[in-house]
């Protein structure tokens, strides 16, 4: 929002000064709202706020949610781009989705999903990074109990299934 500036000349050197800035930050929070109508889903909609300065500290944070008839998205994002003095930064992101998808009359199962995953940024240069980390997401499958093949009921059970899903990400 403001900056000001002061040269101090440098003692002993008389073709030098330094330069001291004050700088007054402004808020970058954002937040969004989303909004539709869907055939199949009927009203669908849902919001987020970002702060990609928490606290002038230049960590990022992130809320989310998105809703419909059949899915229900929820999810929280925090990075730290300076996790170490080598500038290799760190993410982790948590997350429950609820998809009922007999509610639009698409399919007969339910499921409902969350997990995190935690990643490390390793700069390798000042425009190019790799990406590498590893999640952990539990899926819990629900089926009627009629109406579903034999196959899917010898794989899920007659109540359903829960698994444990892990995963290495990259990029």
């Known amino acids: 929002q403001n900056i000001e500036y002061k040269t101090t000349?440098?003692?002993?050197?008389?073709?030098?000064?330094?330069?001291?800035?004050?700088?007054?930050?402004?808020s970058a929070?954002?937040?969004?709202?989303?909004?539709?109508?869907?055939?199949?889903?009927?009203?669908?909609?849902?919001?987020?706020?970002?702060?990609?300065?928490?606290?002038?500290?230049?960590?990022?944070?992130?809320?989310?949610?998105d809703n419909s008839k059949a899915n229900q998205y929820y999810s929280l994002?925090?990075?730290?781009?300076?996790?170490?003095?080598?500038?290799?930064?760190?993410?982790?992101?948590?997350?429950?989705?609820?998809?009922?998808?007999s509610k639009i009359n698409l399919s007969s199962y339910s499921s409902d999903t969350y997990g995190v995953l935690a990643s490390f940024g390793i700069p390798l240069s000042d425009y190019d990074r790799v990406t590498l980390g590893f999640g952990v997401e539990h899926i819990k499958i629900?089926?009627?109990?009629?109406?579903?093949?034999?196959?899917?009921?010898?794989f899920l059970g007659r109540n359903g299934s829960a698994f444990n899903q892990f995963k290495l990400v990259a990029g």
């Open 9 to 26: 000349p440098v003692q002993d050197r008389s073709n030098q000064v330094d330069l001291t800035y004050s700088v007054k930050e402004v």
């Open 29 to 65: 929070v954002s937040a969004s709202v989303q909004g539709g109508y869907s055939d199949a889903d009927g009203f669908l909609y849902g919001a987020s706020i970002t702060d990609p300065n928490v606290l002038g500290t230049g960590k990022s944070a992130a809320v989310r949610f």
């Open 77 to 101: 994002a925090y990075t730290d781009p300076y996790f170490t003095v080598n500038a290799i930064s760190f993410s982790i992101n948590a997350y429950l989705q609820k998809s009922n998808q």
């Open 142 to 154: 629900k089926v009627p109990s009629s109406g579903v093949s034999d196959n899917v009921l010898d």
